[in-house]
């Protein structure tokens, strides 16, 4: 499809967007149950593809955390029997012992790395390229509501988090979990008074722990939201850095950056405010135990009722035991953010898609281009109608061009006419059919658009005219540039069709890029054709040649023209004056100036408007005389060489 859209910004210039109601309630925070409860059959179609890998995974998990368990037992015999006893006997083979679980838990974790952390980063890459292919097919509607910035971070940011619930996070927090429940049996085993005391106090840290992380999780969620926020207009102010230096506007870009980093830096220290006090409780409940272990192994030792061995390595397990618990602050605080990534993650896939509307099940073989509006009204609110009662045909082959004052329709019948939306009432068919219910692969194949300030990709000039059809031939490429002219200055360049254009095709001038702009567009070879005043920024020299361009792709094409300078369309089949949302007069050039109605006055309005050399075509009201009067309205209109040189007046 060769459709020119360069992004929600440019969209918007094709697309009324849809005002967003500022009275409209916040959605309500998600508790942890809620948000595990709506990405968790996410989780289950993620993980079910990958359980044999998170079987071995586990098998491994255990494998390693019981060899991890032999050095903290090792104390009890190398104290009691070894020194104790004096078996030396004993100590090569508890020195083997050790050594050898050692190297176990360590081959068991490194395999783990290996097999956990490289899948977590594919099924990063995976989830990437799933959420860009999805956001990809969203209507524009939900482009006009979203900045740019915010849905880069939902597809590069948001998915970050998945390593940890897929990944070494899940691994060091079952593995924690494990190495607790087997650790908590030795210390049964060797003194369950000590254990119930220690355990009440962990109770309590645990307790404490869960309250803090309801406090932390709305703050995670927020960050992404502000992080969002400040990437979106960061995008925006590098896009327009002409914009901005124009205006001398660094410092007050800077300013509103700062601004943004600022809350971002806020919303950081305030959830280390929260890890920090979770971090400290943790060390003063485990100092506490440590301490009341030391005082009651003690007595229980001088009382015979234990060895110190016994001590040694009920110290060592408890420490064991203590450890998933210290590390919850940190593990607890990563899967807490992952989870709050999925769901942002899941709430975007959950948006419909175009194709996927069961309404749309007729798919177009050859197109002809007859579109054809039967009564069509249109509104993006309800009770704030935008177009009433919209009725023309379009035959193959014609030109129909809109003209109006801004806001009056035309941009909304052109993106009906798109597929961009669906009429409120009323029909739009093309070649007979229903368009809202065909395949939109099938029809948007044979439409292209040519907007006004067209986007090219940072790339070569042959990248994007190839961009509409990347199948084509050399020679189809080069005979598409010859049609546009492109060659005309390409040839002059070094590298020639290989030359780098930049971002945005910034190392191109106005007229250049509108030129590979309309390559590209004969290249796919539509058979309904948009275009959005594509000659209006160029110079004469420039728009010659692209009007010969047009000429060609025009013929035989269903072409629709918004034009602001009205003397580019005199040649058009018909021409819709659209007012209000409804067509006010519609005809041929020479009818329309003879009606002396809307289009007669847009028409000699914009030729006394070109007299001042200070105003565009199309701006302003009427240019008056001295006396009142208006001016340029009923003679013949001056050469602009004369209007430079003084003469014509």
């Known amino acids: 499809m060769a459709v020119e859209i360069e992004s929600k910004k440019v969209d918007a210039k094709i697309i009324d967007p849809k005002p967003v109601d500022p009275k409209a309630a916040p959605k309500k925070k998600k508790s942890a149950a809620a948000q595990l409860k709506s990405v968790w059959p996410m989780i289950g179609e993620l993980v079910r593809p990958r359980r044999g890998l998170l079987a071995l995974s586990f098998l491994l998990l255990l494998i390693g955390r019981l060899c991890g368990l032999v050095l903290p037992a090792a104390p009890k015999y190398l104290l009691d029997d070894v020194i104790g006893k004096h078996r030396a006997d004993f100590l090569l083979p508890l020195v083997l012992a050790v050594l050898g679980a050692t190297l176990i838990q360590g081959l068991t974790s490194f395999a783990l790395t290996q097999l956990l952390s490289k899948e977590g980063q594919r099924l990063i890459s995976e989830l990437r390229k799933r959420v860009q292919m999805h956001v990809g097919r969203l209507s524009l509607n939900y482009y006009d509501a979203n900045k740019t910035g915010a849905l880069v971070s939902r597809i590069m940011s948001d998915v970050e988090g998945i390593r940890n619930l897929i990944g070494t996070g899940l691994v060091e927090f079952c593995g924690g979990i494990l190495t607790a429940v087997l650790s908590l049996g030795f210390l049964l085993k060797y003194n369950a008074q000590m254990t119930g005391i220690a355990l009440g106090f962990l109770v309590v840290l645990m307790v404490a722990l869960s309250r803090a992380f309801k406090t932390i999780r709305p703050i995670f969620r927020e960050r992404a939201k502000i992080n969002a926020e400040v990437t979106g207009r960061l995008t925006e102010s590098l896009g327009g850095v002409r914009v901005v230096k124009g205006y001398h506007a660094e410092e007050r870009e800077s300013n509103v950056f700062s601004r943004g980093v600022q809350r971002l830096l806020d919303n950081v220290l305030k959830s280390l405010t929260a890890t920090s006090l979770m971090g400290l409780t943790s060390t003063v409940v485990l100092g506490v135990v440590s301490a009341i272990i030391m005082f009651i192994g003690a007595r229980q030792i001088l009382a015979g009722h234990m060895t110190s061995g016994q001590l040694f390595s009920y110290t060592m397990f408890m420490g064991f035991l203590i450890a998933p618990v210290a590390q919850m602050a940190s593990i607890g605080t990563q899967i807490t953010e992952a989870l709050a990534g999925l769901d942002r993650t899941r ?11 069961a309404d749309r099940s007729i798919v177009l073989g050859h197109i002809n281009g007859a579109i054809t509006f039967e009564n069509v009204d249109f509104s993006y609110e309800p009770g704030k109608p935008v177009l009433d009662d919209v009725s023309f045909d379009a035959q193959p082959g014609t030109v129909t061009a809109l003209v109006g004052s801004s806001g009056s329709g035309k941009s909304t019948i052109i993106g009906l006419a798109a597929a961009f939306y669906k009429p409120t009432s009323g029909r739009v068919t093309v070649d007979g059919q229903d368009l809202s219910r065909v395949r939109l692969d099938s029809y948007r194949s044979a439409l292209g658009v040519v907007l006004q300030d067209s986007f090219l990709f940072d790339g070569s000039i042959k ?92 013929q035989g094409r269903t072409t629709f023209v918004i034009a602001h300078r009205l003397s580019t369309i005199r040649q058009a089949d018909q021409i819709l004056v659209v007012e209000s949302g409804k067509i006010l007069e519609r005809g041929k050039h020479a009818e329309l100036l003879a009606l002396q ?53």
């Open 347 to 357: 709430e975007v896939l959950a948006e419909s898609r175009e194709d996927q509307d």
């Open 463 to 554: 990248e994007n005219i190839a961009f509409s059809r990347p199948s084509a031939t050399e020679e189809e490429i080069l005979a598409a540039c010859r049609i546009a002219h492109v060659d005309e200055f390409t040839e002059r360049f070094a590298d020639k069709y290989d030359t780098i254009i930049g971002e945005r095709g910034v190392k191109l001038s106005g007229g250049q890029r509108q030129r590979v702009s309309i390559a590209r567009a004969v290249l796919a070879d539509p058979r309904i054709l948009i275009l959005d005043e594509a000659t209006s920024s160029l110079d004469s020299e420039s728009e010659a040649y692209i009007q010969q361009g047009l000429k060609y792709l025009m």
């Open 597 to 649: 109605g809307r289009y007669h006055d847009l028409y000699t309005r914009q030729h006394g408007l070109e007299e001042n050399l200070f105003l565009a075509p199309g701006e302003g009201d009427k240019v008056e005389d001295k006396n009142g009067g208006p001016r340029g309205g009923g003679g013949g209109v001056p050469d602009p060489v004369s209007l430079i040189r003084g003469q014509g007046f």
